[in-house]
């Protein structure tokens, strides 16, 4: 097929000052070329970000409803029938909850201490370790215990993992198990020290960090 007359007329595009504009620079060509190539990196580091932040959600939820229950079945116990028959609820209801929010989730959520009562339960690991060890010292600079937390993304041999730990504040009603030990009633003593021999949960001072509660889950 000829090409038609209105194409031979038109004058060949000469660079007149008009078309320097509109002609991108080899400058802009390559921030353009640079955009495109960061752009998947980019798409990636967005959902990594909003993956994290939906886990982060979670881990929030998963510790109020942890401490929730655990209160709710505390308060319960004190006031049916005593401290002393409480420390049973601390014993085998609280692991048991901790043990249903982690399956709820699919994550591991249990209380951690830097002091712990349970050496089996109780201890933090490396991280969990030093995130109390942080806390402590914010609270003892004189931040408040209460909402305190922290989150993390970690890379472990096994994959990406989000990390939260939540303070557990020493309150009014923890003081019966976990206050001075001179203060506790004698029954609640033997009883401490029957089941928990190796027990150094105790003399922690209102508004100090008791523990935390910490969520861990693969995404
Ligand atoms: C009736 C006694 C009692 C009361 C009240 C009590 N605890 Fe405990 N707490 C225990 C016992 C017993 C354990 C050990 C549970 C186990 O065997 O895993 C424990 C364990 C814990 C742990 C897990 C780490 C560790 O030390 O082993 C945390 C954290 C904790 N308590 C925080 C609190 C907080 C915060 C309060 C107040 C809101 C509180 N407890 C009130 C008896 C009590």
Known sequence: MGRRPADRVLPAVSPTADNAIVQPTLHQLLRVLTLLLAAPAALAQ????????????EARRASAELVTSVRGELVKAIEQSGPLRAIVVCKYTVPE????VSRKYGARVTRVSLSPRNPSLGWGDVWEQKTLMA??????KGERAEGMEHHEVVQEPSGRFLRYMRV?????VCMACHGPKDQLSESIRNQ???????DR???VALGRVRGAVTFKKPF
């Open 97 to 100: 909850i901790a043990s249903a």
């Open 201 to 203: 949960a105790t003399d």
């Open 168 to 172: 557990l504040p020493m309150q009014p």
């Open 192 to 198: 401490l020290t029957h089941d928990y021999p190796h």
């Open 135 to 140: 806390f402590d010292e914010r609270v003892g």
């Open 46 to 57: 967005g959902a990594a970000d909003d993956a994290a932040r939906q886990v982060l959600d």
